[in-house]
C-alpha cells in the first residue's frame, strides 16, 4: 500500500478514536508526504546523470567572455564541462612537447592535486582493451599516481574522484594533429563510475 492510500483509508477509517485524530493527520500528512519524497529523492539522486557512457574530450581553448577555458569530463556529473564551471571536470587531455614544441607524449590531469589515477593495462586492440574493461570487477590494491602518463589507445585505467568514487575508463581513440597551433589532441574513451564509494564494479 503506497502512502496516499494508507492516509486515505486512515482518515476515512470510521471511530472515535481516528475522528479526534483527523485534525491530527491531516495537519501532518503534508509533512510526512515531504519527507517521503525528499527520501525518495535521495535515494534516487543517481536517476538524471549518467553512470557510464563512451566521451570525447580534447585541448582546444575556448574563448568564454575575457578567459580561455578548456573542456574536461566530469565522472561525477557524467559529462564534458568547462574549468570554468563549478566544480570543474575530474580529467583534462594535454600534450607533452620538447624545447623544440615537438610533441612527445599525451597524458591526462587533473585538477584534485591528489595521485587519482591507476595504470591496467595496455592491450594489442580494442578487443582485447574491452573485455579487459567488463572483466575489470574490483579495484583491489593498487598504486595511484598524479597524471595518466604516457597515454594511449587500448589502455584500462582506474581514476578516484575527489569525492573518493572510483572510475574505470579505456582509452579507445586518440588523435593527435601537431600542425595546428597550438598542437590538437582528442581523447575518446569509455568509462563507468561506481557512485557509492564502492570498491566493486560488479552488478
Do not use: H
Amino acid at each position: 500500500m503506497n502512502l496516499s492510500n494508507f492516509l486515505s483509508d486512515v482518515l476515512d477509517a470510521p471511530g472515535e478514536s481516528v475522528a479526534i485524530m483527523k485534525p491530527v493527520l491531516l495537519k501532518i500528512s503534508p509533512v510526512v508526504i515531504f519527507l517521503v519524497a525528499l527520501l525518495y529523492g535521495a535515494c534516487n539522486k543517481d536517476e538524471g546523470r549518467s553512470l557510464s557512457g563512451t566521451d570525447t574530450i580534447n585541448n582546444i581553448l575556448v574563448l568564454s567572455g575575457d578567459r580561455y577555458a578548456v573542456y574536461g569530463f566530469s565522472f561525477e556529473e557524467g559529462r564534458v564541462i568547462s574549468n570554468l564551471e563549478p566544480p570543474g571536470p575530474d580529467i583534462n587531455i594535454f600534450l607533452q612537447t620538447d624545447a623544440g614544441g615537438n610533441v612527445t607524449g599525451k597524458y591526462l590531469d587533473s585538477d584534485n592535486l591528489v595521485e587519482s589515477f591507476s595504470f591496467d593495462g595496455q592491450y594489442l586492440d580494442a578487443g582485447e582493451a574491452g573485455t579487459a574493461f567488463a572483466s575489470l570487477l574490483d579495484i583491489g590494491t593498487r598504486t595511484w599516481q598524479q597524471a595518466a602518463w604516457d597515454l594511449e589507445e587500448n589502455q584500462v585505467w582506474l581514476f578516484k574522484t575527489i569525492e573518493g568514487n572510483y572510475v574505470k575508463f579505456r582509452t579507445i581513440d586518440i588523435v593527435v594533429d601537431e600542425d595546428r597551433e597550438p598542437p590538437f589532441v582528442e581523447l575518446t574513451f569509455e568509462w563507468r563510475i561506481q557512485p557509492d564509494g564502492s570498491t566493486s564494479f560488479s552488478e
